[in-house]
């Protein structure tokens, strides 16, 4: 499978985890077989687009008779690495990264927020969240004795470049980025951005078109 | 402008806070001038794309000239409705809800969170995040007397759609839904959905794919 996979275009790659989303919540509701119009209809995406997005990956159903939902839920964690659980890093404890550090969402999906970062020496030391803070002078060390893969930036906008860079060479290849900025990183190095604002921004569009 | 802006597709309006983001850290940065393949190369978009954006709403700049930031700035703040700052309610406030109410994002930017709602009786009457917890019962009454016109919802999943239904019918049309599960709305109210866990996991593809 892992010369197919080097084929998936990344937008197919970014619909995956929200139709395992579905279908957990399907599956929680007892819910046993669907088809792509149904699966569609639930995520606003083309039946036509589902089949085609599965396909990469070889067949999860048989036409007409819908997707076993338990199954193609084995096969979704399998393919996006979500039967094992991933070690996670906060970098910065301000009132943003502590929040996300008691962010009740990680930990039932298997994300595990394991240490948390700073450079503020005030904050060195201190305990944010139940983690003791290092300082992120130290991160390459500490990261790989916890064995972290994944990091999540909480810095001000003016850090969050030279932070990132900084985890680009501690090998850090995943990056979950709060900080309100878009980073530049190596095309290796996959980052994704959390702005509830730019949300908030793009409705506030349609509201102002009323009054 | 107005018959104009109903012409413009949702993908051109969810890529206008990105622009708005990008430009308003250069400003800060004190550059004054950009072109659309330096935008595009902050962005990741080309710049023809840019062009074609910003198209629909007139013209913002010469050609061969580049955009003057402030100028292109203040267009993009009147476009989203921006010029002016929006009442926002938060729905439960559990640990989320909170973290959602204390977020220092939010305020600098306009989005001023005056108002939170629960059902659980244990928290109504309590003060969250500094805002006393009002009854969700009550909703309607008291977004229209704090000119409430966005919600944010930080309950469980299995109770998103209810509350959902319940903000539509007191006339709310733009929410930002952090529950874990996509809600069904009529097709002139926006939901956007916050979910970081959805980020992750279409990262740890990625990762692992190495291992």
New interface residues.
């Given amino acids: 499978m892992?010369n197919i996979?080097?084929e998936v275009p990344e937008v197919v790659?970014?619909r995956?985890?929200?139709y395992?989303?579905?279908l957990s919540?399907l599956s929680?509701s007892r819910v046993e077989v669907i088809n792509s119009q149904e699966l569609g209809d639930?995520?606003q995406i083309t039946p036509a687009q589902i089949r085609k997005d599965f396909s990469y990956f070889g067949k999860f159903g048989k036409q007409g008779s819908g997707y076993d939902i338990k199954h193609l839920l084995k096969q979704l964690r399998q393919?996006?690495?979500?039967h094992k659980s991933?070690n996670?890093a906060v970098v910065g404890v301000?009132?943003?990264g502590r929040?996300?550090i008691?962010?009740?969402?990680?930990q039932p999906?298997g994300?595990r927020v394991v240490c948390a970062f700073e450079s503020n020496t005030k904050l060195i030391g201190q305990v944010a969240g139940g983690l003791l803070v290092h300082d992120f002078a130290n991160f390459k060390e500490v990261a790989q004795s916890e064995m972290v893969?994944?990091a999540?930036v909480a810095v001000p906008?003016?850090a969050a470049q030279d932070v990132i860079d900084q985890l680009v060479e501690s090998d850090i290849?995943?990056?979950?980025n709060y900080a309100?900025?878009?980073a530049i990183v190596p095309p290796d190095v996959?980052i994704?951005?959390?702005?509830?604002?730019?949300?908030?921004?793009?409705?506030?569009?349609?509201?102002?078109?009323?009054?």
């Fill in positions: 892992s996979k080097f790659v970014e995956l985890p929200q395992l989303r579905a919540n929680e639930l995520l393919i996006l690495g979500l991933w996670v301000g009132r943003l929040s996300i008691s962010y009740p969402g990680f999906q994300f893969k994944i999540i906008a003016n290849r995943a990056i979950l309100p900025k878009p996959k994704r951005n959390v702005d509830p604002v730019i949300s908030l921004q793009s409705m506030t569009y349609y509201l102002n078109e009323k009054d």
